[in-house]
């Protein structure tokens, strides 16, 4: 199976239910890196260009708003479709949505990971659309949920991924004018040490 | 590999030899969070109004009665099949079961999950069903058992998944009137403390 | 360091914010099973005639209350002290309620570890008790700090050790009357096995 | 992928590589657990019929003999072909032995996984067996041989499983005449203390 | 072992080559999660009213500044002491800074961890104060660096903790006027998300 | 604290519960794995003459007999003490058996590690004995009860070992006349391996 | 998928990026093991007759050379392509360098393995080659990474393995004139030992 | 207990048993790791001008030579005491020539830890020296092995640490003229990465 190449122009990103409830069962990742994580996935996808969409569940009555540092990483304002239905696919806004961008690919982002996230990505493959999942922004609650998730993924065709993979293969040129915002925005651990140490030595 | 979405009407439940002599071999999960896990299935599954078929091997000679989790899950009196074959597919009583229900989708747990799981799950995907199998309510007996019973199952087109998983694709719709009820039976750790929680708050 | 033996005479027992907002951030065993442990220890010590002392901190402002197995497993209406101070032992109620049992040996339990339980266990030493600590009835945030929590308290002369392990060492007779009462409490999952599989054997 | 259920007639065994040498880099699992696990796997196979073909690489040169524990479980005299192909499928002999058999299910174990045994298991799917590698028989050098050699069996088509799963299903009937015995051979830890615990219950 | 209470009176806080260089060689916690610790005690000890220190070694020639995490949470300007000793209490401008702060307990943080933290604590031990190792905020480069580097400490004497541990012990009071600052300062993963959850409940 | 050493005339050996019954409950470790240490150290306890002493906690009513691997390894008809006592030292004909081999240092085995072995070693430290707990010939349930028991033991002056070092060390000289025989009773996997390799090296 | 086996007339090899910097950020295995095996594969890759691409990214600007272990195991001023492209397969220089050896099957390692060897990986099997990722030559940043890198790679029809496995699969024939010398580039730890065990025993 | 500070002139190392045919039983570290950080602890000693003693069990009659890697290390024709003893204390040779320094603080490492390095540093500390184990120079055959090894020498007073934090303690004085070569000789892996990026960026 190989999909196509993503661009900045065939894919969208969909992020379901990065609710500060649901984070507190989280047990795969911190919760700060998963935070983390998903904040850097949006704000390297706005960089790129990618159509964000963003759903939550039941957010009033039980599981609470998006996690504030996802929250300060979309575009002030950015709508965010609170539903009631367990897979965002069944929900039509959520479905328009992702239609209305009219790319074929979808990374999605969820948690939990086997459910969240799998529940559309199964879905949008079942629809005809490319599904990638970015496990390190999605988060689970068990090791088998992530283990069998990440297998029942793989086995659909769906592809798993990590956010930052995803992202620098839609960037493709590392000598691209929005390189460095887009690397910036990934905010990648061990890249902020190299980039601090080398301007160190430059400035000595 | 794109199967059709579970429903409470084109799924049933086959639990295979979750007896406490084969509980004292589990070593992937703790024995109390088995049986909670297994249990929790059973209860969730017969809130949705899925037929579930219990079986047993050697519960009178070697292996003795069902974990007393799993019997309180039970509708009191439910049915157990005995029986002498490794497979339970094998025997006739258990395939009949299987079939009587007319469901295209069978969601198996056993005890072993490589064995006790899989090997009824190969049968129904050759019979032509979809079968699922429910890691976390299952439970093996060494390391190389579990990182290959789910290697194999996923290369035979089974779908690996846990048990909650399952029971709330099935469930589909957080709103229906049964939602809570259903929830109630997955007794899922983390949402439990949030529940919890939410109410303290509110009642403050 | 070779403490006296622990009686039913001259052992208390403190359990320190066992609350569900706290509960939400142990990472290093399961909450149910932290739930389980704690309530096994108040059950059991209850059963051996242990005075046993219940704190909160701001369980109406932040935490919550009691998680709900402990709960159902102190006597009703068992008084819990809600207070303000980090450490337990520095609220004069927390302290007298020690001093009232006359017992020199403490045993405590407390989320987290490495505060909730250790600080009062720290005090307690400086003020001439012997204390333990139930390691597997408390629970705690991240790994460093359950490695540097155990390394503390015992480097400072806190015994540390499972909740089971103390509890057996105060019943110290397989034969007494009560034994078949505090196992029961106990609830250890390997004994349920042995104990449901001879039961099966017996009645054959 | 669902191929043909294995029984005693159509299924054969071929352990490439269990030699001392190779033993002493195994660092997947304990070398007695591996020595065992062989040794269990020839005593059931050929308790159940199957026939066993066993291979080494440089006996007299390099790696030394069979592990002690595998020779006392084959038949006395049990022929050993030495060879100096790295695929041991590449050796005439070796293929002539496994074609001879006329099964067309080929149960493999090797030391070390990703090259003893797992290329034989490729070029027999090639030549159009059904290939199977019993995993926790064979024993590999580093985690990355043992990881990526799992998924390439897999990708290839290759069922990976563990060696009393493979052994139980060919027995398919607990009820046979010969079940005692061949769960006898596979020794399988848990069962011992099982059959023990129950015998000594009986017994009183 | 029972050192006095730790106090904003008391206590002052040493940071030991929390450099960009050394963190690339981090391999016990992620570097983003160090840097955070770090930054964290840091801001924490200041709103205590601790002194902090803070010690770099060859940062022009070799390793670099201080993570800028840290920068940003010490006062604007705050002076760093770049040496050339390995034991930083060799250093005669550190050995006096701490001395200038008249405290009798010194918590200290260094990368690694059985180095720039342990000689200061050790030489620090020798010279009659207590010390303290705050785990989390220091890191090192394997793990029989960590593992050793933890006994040592303990065998010698130095008390091994969590950062915030150190600091809610300092704190004393949950309510203190302060307290809110001091956690808004610690910045623990799971107290935010349980803070979030409460402020979204009670808004409802 | 530096206590004498081991020798053949200053030692006994004492091995509490090494039952089928509570041999399920293991977790630590592998229990064939646990059944061949513990008969590998009564084994070469016995060649090196240093008395063995065996009791066991309700043998007929709940727990079973000695595995049998044990039982094979002691001489024919050796006395197996049973017991009501939770702490072995309670037992009168235990502890005076313990007395009557005039040894200031015993070495002990037990399942469980925190209970069956640490509660002696605790009371023989007491009675001003020197004790030794032979971690991998005991065994226990989970990580908590391994965890804290390690560190009770040695907090409390016993010396936590493994079989073979304690072993080794009372047999001093490699070549003393009966070492052959020793190491073979000791029979390390790694040794073995070695071993053999050598002799088929030489007997090319 | 049983893609045709690999010989030395068949296959190239393709190394993409490591050096130095990124080498900072690895962490599922260590930068010596790292270093050796990207080394090992170069250098029983040229023995073996292989071509040997070397690319890297920004060496001048960011990421630095190549680790200098990788620069002694190529020929003397073997060409290495520095590029801009995030997926090497994009830059014509590289695509031509495959293209010119008339290859069929192509052995990628990469830092890291889910970016530098993964897209060229896809990328040349959208382009008809059989593309190979040596997992222990290549490296990369989190758990994460590592583990849907493998997963993806697998989906996608990529073999995943190991570097020696590799290697070996092209010598083939252990008893070839060149067989010493491979085995000797590729410096498999435990035949280092037992090839000096050996020759040590020989030699008495 | 707060031994005295580490120098040039009162430090020793003995080196035990680092022989071919015990490092294949070795499973706590690499086996090239461990020969390197054997090999760089010599090689730095050396260089401080540390007396380095180095024995040897059975060289000709069963466990072979020292690993060659140590042997390069060594000044050439460094004597190298093969001895028949357990304890390497025990032989007249080895303990004459750790007097023969006249140094009281003796750096050991041996394979296996808890036997050829353990004994020596109880037997030291017995006779009044101050004994250290270099842990990741030593290395050992199972987890207990490692785990106990350790809390015992922990408990008996002798300081565990890894190879370079002790020869870092002796340099003191990074400043030193001898620094660059000791650091050349500990070849610590992100050292050599942060040196070799430095270099690069340097020469641009």
Redesign the interface.
Known sequence: ??PE?LTADNTAVLLVDHQ??L???V?D?????LA?NVAALAASATRLGLPVIATT??A?S????L??ELVAALPHGHPVIDR????AW?DERVRRAVEATGRRNLVIAGVSL??CA??PA??A??NGLNAYVA??ASGT??R??R??????L????V????YS?LM??I?????APHAGEVYGALD????K??????A???S?
């Open positions: 199976m190989t190449v500060i409830g984070f507190t069962g047990r990742l911190g919760t700060d890196e983390h569940t039941a009033d039980m599981w609470g708003p996690v504030p009631g239905t367990v897979n069944d086997e459910v799998a529940l199964l879905a493959v079942r496990v390190d609650f068990s088998t949920k283990e069998t998730g990440l297998l029942r793989a086995q659909a065709g592809v798993v991924a990590d993979a620098v293969e960037l493709a040129d590392n000598a990648m651990p061990f890249a040490l190299v980039g601090g140490l080398s160190a030595i430059r000595r």
